[in-house]
């Protein structure tokens, strides 16, 4: 089975503009998180969407939105783009959304390297 | 906000065993311990996960503390691939998900021949 697949995985944009960023989740999944990480930082929590729904959110400005797909799928977007945007965007699946209190895995992606100039 | 402590970095030699530290004094008593390492620029990799008793699978041990603490991650035998970056992992609590976790600034083990 295919792992947790994100698109594209390079991107390069200018300040100002918006981006979107795709995750496919590990088939059956239906649970998906994003994260940010800094270079030189470890990942710090964005959204986490489960049954289309979100279910939580990190300390990110209203700039960041999500949203998930009838199959489960997902896009991150990010508008008016700032230099310290710049990041490597993951994304996790995991099979339901009960999280951290039952023990259940999240699955990583690659990430998406985002650059903004 | 819960967190963790690691040390910033640790070297071990192939074939030894690596015993990777982490304080996690404030972990609520119902929240799991995780550990994942990230290779660079790659996504990070599950290892282990543990609520109160001792844990071993296939890649490591984790050894956690009566009172749930502190916990020892353990690569029994250590190679060169398993340098990366280890992060000791509990939920952060400015965020009502129970998948906001708080990676902190992870351990960087480095593997010599």
């Known amino acids: 089975d295919a792992g947790v697949t994100q698109s594209p995985t390079h991107l390069i944009k200018t300040r100002g503009q918006q981006v979107t960023l795709r995750c496919s989740p590990i088939?059956?999944?239906?649970?998906v998180s994003w994260y940010q990480q800094v270079l030189g930082q470890g990942p710090q929590f964005i959204f986490q969407?489960?049954?289309?729904?979100?279910?939580g959110r990190g300390n990110f400005p209203d700039r960041f939105s999500a949203r998930q797909f009838p199959n489960y799928s997902s896009e991150l977007n990010v508008n008016a783009l700032l230099l310290g945007d710049s990041a490597l965007y993951l994304c996790?699946?995991?099979?339901?959304?009960?999280?951290?209190?039952?023990?259940?895995?999240?699955?990583f992606g690659s990430g998406t390297q985002l650059s903004v100039l | 906000d819960a967190k963790t402590t690691q040390p910033p970095s640790m070297d071990c030699a192939e074939g030894r065993a690596a015993n990777l530290p982490c304080n996690h004094s404030?972990?609520?008593?119902?929240?799991?311990v995780y550990w994942y390492r990230q290779i660079h620029s790659q996504g990070p990799q599950y290892i282990i996960h543990?609520?109160?008793n001792n844990e071993t699978n296939e890649m490591a041990s984790l050894i956690i503390t009566e009172d749930r603490k502190s916990s020892t991650l353990i690569l029994p035998h250590a190679t060169l691939r398993d340098t990366a970056v280890y992060y000791c992992?509990?939920?952060?609590?400015?965020?009502?998900?129970?998948?906001?976790?708080?990676f902190g600034k992870g351990t960087s083990l480095l593997v010599t021949p």
């Open positions: 404030t972990i609520s008593g119902n929240e799991y």
């Open positions: 088939s059956g999944h239906k649970s």
């Open positions: 996790a699946s995991s099979l339901t959304g009960t999280g951290i209190y039952k023990g259940e895995k999240l699955f």
């Open positions: 969407y489960y049954e289309k729904e979100e279910r």
């Open positions: 543990g609520l109160k």
């Open positions: 992992i509990v939920r952060a609590q400015n965020s009502n998900s129970g998948y906001a976790l708080n």
